[in-house]
């Protein structure tokens, strides 16, 4: 799908607001956490569903335009950030293929589910906030000054 970027919106205004958006979606990802301590799995794949649609968008417009600022006037300092908008493969890989799959699996098994079948759907979902939460530390420590610094130039 194609999501429209608005280019109007200033480097620094579109940064705050990403920083806002992280904020949300990391009290989100705390309540996927504690679903899944709860063992409510479908209630934590509900809500990585909900915010999936969001998450996309937001790393969408942080490659059109912030992407775009550093490669214009930052490229000699770019590797770093370039490595981290490649992780943006492995999140839109969890939230359009993984979290699908492991809801599949977890729909199939109407009878109870296995415990170590469920443990297994937990880790991976655990590994994903993490991982997530990683990522936006990363974009808020070198993705973003740099973007910054580049508006500038
Ligand atoms: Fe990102």
Do not use: C
């Amino acid at each position: 799908m194609a999501y429209k970027i608005n280019f109007d919106e200033s480097i620094p205004d579109m940064i705050e607001r990403l920083k806002q958006e992280h904020v949300q979606f990391k009290i989100t990802l705390n309540k996927i956490t504690k679903y899944n301590e709860e063992n409510n799995i479908n209630k934590a794949i509900e809500t990585i569903h909900d915010m999936s649609q969001p998450i996309i968008k937001h790393a969408v417009e942080e490659e059109a335009r912030l992407m775009r600022v550093i490669m214009h006037n930052a490229k000699e300092e770019s590797a770093d950030s370039i490595k981290i908008m490649q992780e943006h493969n492995w999140v839109v890989d969890f939230l359009k293929q993984k979290i699908l799959t492991i809801k599949e699996n977890i729909d199939k098994q109407q009878d109870g589910l296995d415990i170590q079948f469920q443990q297994k759907a937990q880790n991976e979902i655990n590994e994903f906030v993490t991982n997530l939460k990683n990522h936006f530390e990363e974009e808020e420590q070198i993705v973003f000054p740099l973007a910054l610094k580049a508006d500038l130039r």
